[in-house]
Nanobody, 134 residues
Framework: QVQLVESGGGLVQSGGSLRLSCSAS????????IGWFRQAPGKKREGVSC??????????EDFVKGRFSISRDKANGTGTVYLYMNNLKPEDSAVYYC?????????????????????????WGQGTQVTVSS
């Protein structure tokens, strides 16, 4: 069992920035595909971005392209994944979750399909709240 932990959420004004982190206690994430998802009140959870476990390739949904950036820490071996969120908008307000795909290919699948789904991600964190004020 891999317990993911998200951090970095908070309250920010429109146009501001946040950096979210996804890590796992006692495990390295460096070979897992990691996806970021979000869920706003009354809405279904939706994919935001992911990074592949194989080649480090990335995928972004259209509504965050050019504003969000995903990367993986390779220096310390933990494979912590970051989501850099810039030019935040009120509609970005949601609970943000990271999911881990142990087999590592879900992000490649998202790149081919043009959509990031949350099905078949193996482990999840508890989420971190992002609130963007107008």
């Amino acid at each position: 069992q891999v317990q993911l932990v998200e951090s970095g959420g908070g309250l920010v004004q429109s146009g501001g920035s946040l950096r979210l982190s996804c890590s796992a206690s006692g495990h390295t994430l460096k070979r897992f595909a990691i996806g970021w998802f979000r869920q706003a009140p009354g809405k279904k959870r939706e994919g935001v971005s992911c990074i592949s476990g194989e080649d480090g390739s990335t995928y972004y949904e259209d509504f965050v392209k050019g504003r969000f950036s995903i990367s993986r820490d390779k220096a310390n071996g933990t494979g912590t994944v970051y989501l850099y969120m810039n030019n935040l908008k009120p509609e970005d307000s949601a609970v943000y979750y990271c999911g881990a795909d142990v087999e590592g290919y879900r992000c490649l699948a998202a790149q081919r399909a043009g959509v990031l789904g949350d099905r078949d991600f193996d482990f999840w964190g508890q989420g971190t709240q992002v609130t963007v004020s107008s």
